[in-house]
């Protein structure tokens, strides 16, 4: 049995399960009372965050496997090969999630509340898909990573479609689960060949294996195949090109809180899974390894990297739909973070620097999103249209709301002052800067990287003022009062904006420090952790 000290580590989880049990008893206690089921699912995740920014203060260095089976006896006993690792990267993305999670839940109270009449099943699946997502960033374990990305996928499934009513949302639906299928078997038989040529799940002593073996012979390409089928299952978490196809229609389908949900959660959960497991294979020195293994990984990831960001971007030139505008632009964005990944060696702690840029690009990216789906919902509500016409002239209606929209999609960009054109030009910094210590072919991938993002960034330059021509430079006679919508709706998309100016000028040093803080001491293949003293004395 864990002990107690393991138990406080997934306090935050375990919060979860208990607002999941609380959710679904609730109707049978009290009745289906839409309000009260939200409030609990608000009061479960408030908590749940609370728990989550308390652990993350006490985790100050190292890390610790969790839930393994001990090895040895006595005072000599240590922890075995475990299923979770706690470390400040895993701690700060449970507080990343929660903390999204009560931003979604407020949206839909804004949003969806009124006329919602299933909410125990719609906040039942929310919290789950949040509980598997977290897992994703903490599993040191090849099945329990299938587990927490299934976790995460199977509710989001059901929420992609959750309003019956509509054709869209059943479509959306049936292509999300058609895709989750089959990535989620190519991804299964990824990891029983990985099993079957190593004989562990265990991600560190794989990762050890992989660098002590014979690679020559069929192994090799047997192995590229393995990391490749693991790949795709993480690339549909992160719609990642050829896997993103299932993005725009369920952005289009789903309602808007989950369309925002998954823009930033999704993507976020399977790119700090990949972040760290590239992280942990940076870690073996081997000559034979590093010079075979490693460069596979990097110019893989790299390679979708910048097709992720390319086809995105030119995909969204043709999207007069605005709702399937942003799901482009948020694999777009998927990609430039992808690029990061291509960073797999550690010299100058550039693997640190690069999952800390990540960090950083993921907590302003939060922000542009949740500004930019919250005006498209505003103008849905009054227009009843997500089409690019629906925004004709309204800048001259609402000014200050169409200002605060403007700062979002600027800030999708990535121009200055904003948050957002902090974040690119670090991540453009940090692979710039790996460049410069690499290897001679290493080094020319990531300088192919910083260029491609510096193109695509001028790209999406152009389909982001379309929305901001509409508004400005069209329909300028339009002055028919100001856009009916709730007045915390408008709120929020200020406080967004607001944020996003501060984060790119005043909050810079704040947002590095954050960043720095939460990727400091990941876990290494080197790290074996000793149990905890409750466990020793126990044991003695």
Not at 216 to 236: E, H, R
Not at 426 to 438: C, E, H, K, Y
């Amino acid at each position: 049995m864990p002990d107690l000290a393991t138990l406080r580590l997934v306090l935050p989880e375990l919060l979860l399960v208990a607002t999941l049990v609380a959710l679904l008893g609730a109707p049978l206690l009290i009745g289906r009372n839409t309000r009260v089921t939200a409030l609990i699912a608000l009061l479960g995740c408030v908590g749940a965050a609370i728990a989550a920014a308390i652990t993350l203060g006490e985790v100050s260095a190292g890390a610790v496997e969790l839930f393994g089976v001990p090895i040895g006896a006595g005072s000599t006993r240590i922890a075995g090969p475990g299923m979770l690792v706690a470390d400040r990267l895993s701690m700060f993305f449970r507080l990343f999630v929660m903390v999204f999670l009560v931003a979604i839940i407020g949206m839909w109270f804004l949003t969806d509340a009124q006329r919602e009449r299933n909410a125990p099943e719609f906040f039942t699946l929310l919290v789950a898909s949040a509980l598997g997502m977290s897992l994703m960033a903490s599993t040191v374990n090849l099945v329990f990573m299938l587990v927490a990305i299934e976790l995460a996928s199977l509710p989001s499934y059901a929420l992609a479609g959750f309003d019956r009513q509509r054709r869209l949302a059943a479509e959306a639906s049936v292509k999300y689960v058609v895709f989750g299928a089959t990535t989620a078997g190519v991804m299964c038989y990824g990891v029983s060949l990985l099993y079957g040529m190593f004989g562990t799940l265990h991600i560190p002593t794989l990762i050890a294996r992989i660098a002590a073996a014979d690679l020559s012979g069929g192994a090799a390409p047997l192995l590229a195949v393995a990391l490749l089928c693991v790949f795709a299952g993480i690339a549909f978490k992160i719609s990642a090109v050829p896997f993103h196809f299932w993005c725009p229609d369920v952005f289009q389908g789903a309602s808007l809180p989950i369309a925002t949900w998954l823009s930033v959660a999704s993507k976020a959960a399977g790119l700090l899974l990949l972040l760290r497991l590239v992280f942990l294979a940076a870690g073996p020195t081997n000559a034979a390894y590093v010079d075979n293994v490693l460069p596979v990984i990097s110019y893989g990831i790299g390679f979708f990297g910048i097709l992720t960001c390319t086809v995105a971007n030119l995909a969204a030139y043709g999207q007069s739909n605005v709702r399937r505008l942003l799901a482009y632009s948020s694999i777009a964005h998927a990609g430039y973070m992808l690029c990061a990944g291509a960073i797999v060696f550690r010299a100058g702690d550039t693997s640190l620097a690069a999952m800390s840029a990540v960090i950083a690009y993921l907590m302003v990216y939060m922000f542009m999103n949740l500004g930019a789906f919250m005006s498209l919902g505003l103008v849905a509500s009054d227009t009843g249209s997500e089409e690019i016409d629906a925004f004709t002239g309204l800048g001259w209606r609402d000014p200050l709301t169409t200002f605060s929209f403007t700062v979002c999609l600027v800030s999708l960009v990535g121009l200055p002052p904003l948050g957002g054109f902090i974040a690119k030009f670090w991540l453009i910094w940090i692979i710039g800067g790996a460049a410069q210590s690499a290897s001679a072919g290493l080094s020319g991938l990531l300088w192919v990287l910083v260029i491609a993002i510096a193109v695509n960034t001028a790209i999406s330059l152009f389909y982001y003022t379309r929305v901001i021509r509409q508004m400005y430079l069209r329909g300028t006679a339009v002055t028919t009062g100001s856009l009916q919508a709730p007045a915390l709706g408008k709120l929020a998309v200020h406080a967004c904006a607001l944020i996003l100016f501060l984060a790119g000028t005043l909050l810079i040093p704040m947002l590095k420090r954050t960043a720095d803080d939460a990727a400091t001491n990941p876990y290494t293949v080197e790290a074996r952790p000793v149990v905890t003293a409750e466990v020793a004395r126990s044991e003695d």
